[in-house]
């Protein structure tokens, strides 16, 4: 059985389709014509979509793993603003790369949210803080300030699972919480940012106070996460179990199984590990290979597959472990997006985990996407969203503690800029009101310290 590794099939074709260019030394003349085809082509993949037949587009069977779109792509003209930055077309011996094709779609993606961006999601590790780290990007949290202070809703939708223990979301970050307080965010503004651990278990909201306070399940679960059968949760956690265990004796691995509540994972064994399979590997984060860690998530993807497993899941490679969480990021974001009454076409998740083997898979259903690699591209992109999607005009370096304070928010300017704090939301109650079963449910998997990742 063969399987593409850490491929995206769209990125694969638009590359392709690039590389003619290359080869045949006329990328000025012909890179934006192939950029216009791709946008025609996800065009009519959009228009047969909405009448049913998706799948009978010429988009559909050059990409069979398409996935939705939830606006227009204006590719061309993002392309073109980004040659003429970076001169892409003029390069004789590196022909377009990955990374080329990420940024030009990150910024068509962007271009296309000017008028109508009102939530902004966020995965934690590579994206909002590097691996495994706390928040440390004083700029980045100034820009989280600046669209919160703009009106649109923020939220950290990440893998970590540490229940409703508000404490250990606040450790990983803390500065930016700091910031809310030390750029002047009113209280309203405040409680637009949002935190929902595990993928989509525990949602918190930050109060007036900077300070992270949960939300009862009841308030803000959809009906999806609702009912999810215990016996489906016990066989899902079984299924990939046993795969696990299968898969560690295959491959002589120094690891161990980790269960929760809600997720099942296979970390490091440490010296355990070492004494296990003194031959094998694995028994520190740095010698679990990518390829041994993909190799498992293939593995219990296409075991839960043969499995009578029906409720969703999300099996990912962490960097230097493997987590199945029930649950995923498509169900958390779409939640989400019902508990603020946000359209998917108004909905950004911001997330280094695009491929099928990663976290942030899932939620290209139910939101447009950008793809980056570190905390510095989610700051750069941000800018561009607060110049482009927030009508901000001056330098974002002007904008200091005091100067902040004074931006008038985007509701009172009048702007059309973005939506300004079109959401609705609920409001947050006391950790002492929650119902004790909620309370103590453990579970969610991977992220925190223990999950390193590496960029694709
Ligand atoms: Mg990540």
Redesign the pocket.
Known sequence: MLTEHRRDGLYEFVRTLLRHSFVLDCMAETLPKSWAYIEELINEHMECTKKGHGHKSRLKQLVPTIGTFHTPLMLQAAFEEYDAKYKISTRKFIQPSFNDIRHTMNLAQVNALKGQLKLVTF?????LYSDGNNFAEPKLARNICLLLRRGVTCALVTAAGYGYKAERYEQRIGMLLKAFVEHGLTAEERKRFYVLGGECHYLLQVNEHAKLIPIPELEWVGKECHGWPQEQVTMLLDVCEGCLKEAISDMNLRTTILRKERAVGMIPGGSTGKATAPTGSGSKRSSLRREVLDECVMRVKRAIEESDVTIPYCAFNGGADVFIDVGNKRVGVSALQKYLKVAPSSTLHV???FLDT???FEARNVATTVWVTNPHETKYLLKQILQKCCGLKRKLSEYTSATLNALIPLSAAGDNGASAAAVGSGSAISPETIPEDIAEKGGGGGGGPAAK?RAP
């Open positions: 995965d934690g590790d590579c994206t997330g280094d985990q990663g976290n942030d990742r």
